[in-house]
């Protein structure tokens, strides 16, 4: 028992009946099969939205479950291409007598995108690995080569 005297003021004395201090693991438990199969899931569903989403969970969550990390990195894959091709035709699109070309690739790009994200998110959701068909594996392509510089 600690003499209350010496403690400093402001402070609570540690008792023998405390329980003892808990601390979090620094290392980010494994994700179980049910959350492993959501995020992938996510992964393709967020195609929707782009890249970005598939590179947030390949990164954040990838290293945590199998099935996430090869999921996050197909729907990556396959949607890097499509959203700079829509991000060029929406800031093309701002041209004068001509941006309706640029739009309309844009939106058709993006409805194609859209489209088969959903048919990979409902397939991953049934724990079945995706394949895009004319997948351009731009993402591997980009990191092989930004590796071969290091």
């Given amino acids: 028992?600690?003499?209350?005297?010496?403690?400093?003021?402001?402070?609570r004395s540690v008792t023998g009946n405390a329980p003892a201090f808990e601390s979090i693991s620094a290392q980010a438990e494994p994700l179980d099969i049910s959350q492993d199969r959501q995020f992938a899931t996510l992964?393709?569903?967020g195609g929707v939205a782009g890249a970005l989403p598939s590179y947030l969970i390949h990164r954040t969550l990838g290293d945590r479950g199998p099935f996430t990390r090869q999921e996050s990195r197909e729907?990556?894959?396959?949607?890097?291409l499509?959203?700079?091709?829509?991000?060029?035709?929406?800031?093309?699109s701002l041209i004068p007598a001509v941006g309706w070309v640029f739009a309309l690739v844009a939106a058709l790009t993006w409805v194609v995108l859209a489209v088969q994200s959903v048919i990979a998110g409902i397939k991953v959701?049934?724990?079945e690995p995706y394949q895009y068909r004319g997948n351009t594996h731009l993402f591997d392509k980009l990191q092989t080569r930004r590796s071969a510089k290091a």
């Fill in 125 to 127: 959701n049934q724990g």
């Fill in 1 to 11: 028992m600690v003499d209350q005297a010496s403690a400093p003021s402001g402070s």
């Fill in 75 to 80: 729907a990556l894959n396959f949607s890097l």
């Fill in 82 to 92: 499509p959203t700079l091709i829509i991000l060029v035709g929406i800031a093309l």
């Fill in 43 to 45: 992964a393709h569903l």
